[in-house]
Nanobody, 125 residues
Framework: QVQLVESGGGLVQAGGSLRLSCAAS????????MGWFRQAPGKEREFVATLTWPGDSTDYADSVKGRFTISRDNAKNTVILQMNSLKPEDTAVYYC??????????????????WGQGTQVTVSS
């Protein structure tokens, strides 16, 4: 079992930045495919970014490409989502997700086994 805990959410003005962290306990994340998803009120949970195993390839939703960066800090057993140039439409609860080794569907909710509890990101206009 692995427990995932997100942190770093908050309120920021449009154009600002936030850095979300996903800390893991119970297992090392170095062999996990990791993803970030988000869910706005009244909407389905949607893919944001993934960092796949092996090789640490990255993939992003078109809506965040060029603004968000996903990375892995193996020393801290943490996955980071750096969010720049934030827009009001980025407002959502952001969730970290993980699956050991590869995922057949890294852009899909059902491609992951473990989930964090979420952290709120609010971007004001």
């Amino acid at each position: 079992q692995v427990q995932l805990v997100e942190s770093g959410g908050g309120l920021v003005q449009a154009g600002g930045s936030l850095r979300l962290s996903c800390a893991a306990s119970g297992r090392t994340l170095s062999t996990y495919t990791m993803g970030w998803f988000r869910q706005a009120p009244g909407k389905e949970r949607e893919f944001v970014a993934t960092l796949t195993w092996p090789g640490d390839s990255t993939d992003y939703a078109d809506s965040v490409k060029g603004r968000f960066t996903i990375s892995r800090d193996n020393a801290k057993n943490t996955v980071i989502l750096q969010m720049n140039s934030l827009k009001p439409e980025d407002t959502a609860v952001y969730y970290c997700a993980g699956r050991q080794y590869g995922s057949p569907f890294p852009r899909a909710v059902n491609g992951y086994t473990y989930w964090g509890q979420g952290t709120q990101v609010t971007v004001s206009s």
